[in-house]
């Protein structure tokens, strides 16, 4: 989580907080991850308007990630943790949402693929950069708003809400992906290339 204009800033987080696990934020985060795990069995069982619990689960973990923001900025609970846990938890949800609309023919092959292609090449970026620099680069204003809009393409997929809203939202996640990834790969040269400390 990063303010606009703050995301080309690796330095860590200081302050007493800087350090922490146990805030609610960080919970939060968690929360978001954990909730992958209802929204995949229900999706793909006999539960009868299973398809409807699946949208009231995307809904809660879509508000989860709205208030571990609130609550970080608030409470001043900003710390190095909270970098890691929330781009995670939005890649594990959206991953899992994603892989199960395409095992029921809901979204379209090529959208996931580069939903899980990006999260996974910067997921490897985070960890290359962690490893060998120590710095953990915080989700940028561009990444918030692709997973943003990114979840209400999915929530258009699995009410099969059709053409025009469907490829609307699926083209303006797309270029928002392609966006955020750019000025991730940006600031991971920019890191990458500077002195070790």
Avoid at 93 to 109: E, K, M, N, Q, T
Avoid at 110 to 134: E, M, N, P, Q, T
């Amino acid at each position: 989580m990063t303010a606009p204009g703050r995301h080309a800033d690796p330095a860590p987080e200081t302050g007493p907080a800087a350090g922490r696990f146990a805030t609610v934020s960080n919970f939060l985060s968690i929360a978001r991850a954990v909730l992958a795990v209802p929204f995949v069995l229900v999706m793909l069982s006999d539960v009868p308007g299973a398809r409807w619990w699946g949208m009231a689960i995307l809904a809660v973990a879509a508000l989860t990630d709205k208030l571990d923001g609130v609550f970080a900025r608030r409470f001043n609970q900003v710390t190095e943790w909270g970098k890691i846990l929330d781009p995670l938890a939005d890649k594990i949800g959206v991953a899992a949402v994603a892989l199960v609309l395409l095992s029921l023919g809901l979204a379209p092959l090529w959208f996931v693929l580069l939903v899980l292609v990006r999260d996974l090449l910067i997921f490897a970026g985070g960890v290359y950069l962690k490893s060998s620099r120590g710095v953990v680069l915080p989700s940028n204003q561009a990444g918030k708003w692709a997973v943003g809009i990114v979840t209400l393409a999915l929530f258009a997929c699995m009410m099969q809400a059709g053409t025009p809203w469907e490829e609307i939202l699926l083209a303006a996640a797309c270029g928002l992906l392609l966006l955020s990834f750019a000025q991730y790969i940006g600031r991971f040269a920019a890191v990458a290339r500077s002195p070790r400390s």
